[in-house]
C-alpha cells in the first residue's frame, strides 16, 4: 500500500504526474486543490498568498483523505513548508513525497500558459516559492527535475516505488 504526495510549487507538474502514476498503478488520485475552502480558493483568484492558518484546515482535510484510502492513493499537493509535510505524516505516518523542483521562470511560463480555468493566478508564484523549504534531505522524500519527459518522470517514481530506484 502507497501513499504518495507529488509535491511542488505551481507549474511544476504535479497533478500531471500524480494523474499518471496513478493511472499506472491503479491507486486512488487526489487533487489537493479540490478540498481548498472556498474563501482560500477567493483569495487565491484574488491574488492573495494563502496563509498558514488558511492551510492548516486544508491539510487536515487532505491527511483525512489519504487516511480514507487504505489500499494507498496519489495527492497532488504542494506541501510548500516543512511543517505542512509534517502535519500530512501525523495523519500518514508512512507517507512518501515526491519533490518536483523546478526553476522560477520555467514555472512561469507553465502557469502563464495554462487555458484551463484554474483558481491559481501567475502572480502568486514568488509567494510560493518564497514558502518553498526545499524537502530533498527528509527521509522518504524522491527529488525529480520537473524538467524531465513525463514519461521519464512516472518511471522514475515506479521504480522508486518498488525498491527499485
Known amino acids: 500500500m502507497a501513499r504518495i504526495v507529488i509535491m511542488g510549487v505551481a507549474g511544476c507538474g504535479k497533478s500531471s504526474l500524480a494523474g499518471a502514476v496513478a493511472s499506472l498503478t491503479g491507486l ?4 489537493g486543490d479540490d478540498f481548498h475552502s472556498l474563501s482560500s480558493v477567493a483569495k487565491m483568484r484574488a491574488g492573495i498568498p494563502l496563509s498558514d ?9 487532505l491527511g483525512a483523505e489519504l487516511t480514507r484510502h487504505r489500499g494507498g492513493a496519489i495527492l497532488a499537493c504542494s506541501a510548500l ?5 509534517v502535519q500530512l505524516r501525523d495523519a500518514v505516518p ?3 513525497f515526491v519533490f518536483l523542483e523546478i ?3 520555467t514555472a512561469l511560463i507553465r502557469v502563464a500558459a495554462r487555458r484551463e480555468c484554474h483558481s491559481f493566478p501567475a502572480s502568486l508564484l514568488d509567494s510560493q516559492f518564497a514558502a518553498l523549504e526545499d524537502p530533498t534531505n527528509e527521509p522518504g522524500v524522491l527529488t525529480l527535475r520537473a524538467a524531465q519527459d513525463p514519461a521519464a518522470l512516472s518511471t522514475a517514481v515506479l521504480a522508486w516505488m518498488t525498491g527499485r530506484g
Do not use: G, M, Q
Not at 486512488?28 to 487533487?31: F, G, K, Q, S
Not at 513548508?81 to 509535510?85: L, N, Q, T
Open 103 to 105: 526553476d522560477r521562470d
Open 53 to 61: 492558518a488558511d492551510r492548516v484546515p486544508w491539510l487536515a482535510k
Open 81 to 85: 513548508k516543512h511543517d505542512y509535510r
Open 94 to 96: 508512512d507517507l512518501k
Open 28 to 31: 486512488t488520485l487526489i487533487e
